[in-house]
């Protein structure tokens, strides 16, 4: 019998993603301070986070495999982060349009039964469309996507704005790169068809 499953995160889009696995879960919030570290790049932010997300929940959860999962975006050297607001959203996307947005979707498996740490990356690049202020706004009014870095749902409207997405796993975009992730799960004898 595998040892229970955490997702340290209370994201619903990851929760989404995980159930496709098909895997009981429970979702825990990982309490950890989410500001990025002075000289630290965007890709080491994105692990940086995953890891301490699932080591804090892996604290107080010993006997079971943690999921931790973190995402930062940047386009010219700018990161996005989550926008809150339509405002920060219009800013978001203005910057955005006809550019190429680097995102780095961390993951990392911790089990403190077993002493094991596991973290790794997905990037993805997307080509954002050369978008017209009446285009940012029509889509902002239609899906209000102000919890998502760089203020786009690929998984929904957002993909309009879109030109070209390259990744290894079209799950990475969305937060919680699965290809990967069930790697790093299978020698848990978790059963992945």
């Known amino acids: 019998m595998p040892l229970p499953l955490i997702l340290a995160s209370t994201s619903r889009y990851r929760r989404d993603l995980l159930q496709r696995l098909g895997l009981p879960f429970d979702a825990v919030a990982p309490d950890v301070d989410e500001a990025e570290h002075p000289g630290e790049s965007p890709a080491e932010t994105a692990l940086r986070l995953a890891r301490e997300k699932a080591q804090a929940v892996a604290r107080r959860y010993p006997q079971a495999v943690v999921i931790g999962s973190d995402q930062v975006a940047e386009v010219k050297g700018t990161r996005l982060n989550k926008p809150g607001t339509h405002e920060a959203a219009i800013r978001q996307l203005g910057l955005m349009s006809g550019q190429r ?93």
């Not at 596991?118 to 080509?127: L, Q």
């Not at 706004?137 to 993909?159: H, N, Q, T, V, W």
């Open 101 to 193: 947005v680097h995102f780095h979707s961390a993951l990392a498996v911790v089990c403190h039964a077993t002493a094991q740490v596991a973290v790794d990356s997905v990037p993805t690049v997307v080509t954002l469309r050369s978008l017209t202020p009446e285009q940012i706004e029509r889509y902002l009014r239609s899906e209000e996507p102000y919890d998502c870095a760089g203020s786009a749902k690929a998984e929904g409207l957002g993909i309009t704005l879109m030109a070209a997405v390259e990744s290894s796993d079209p799950t990475a975009l969305i937060g919680l790169p699965l290809i990967r992730l069930c790697d790093l799960l299978r020698p848990y004898g978790y059963a992945l068809p």
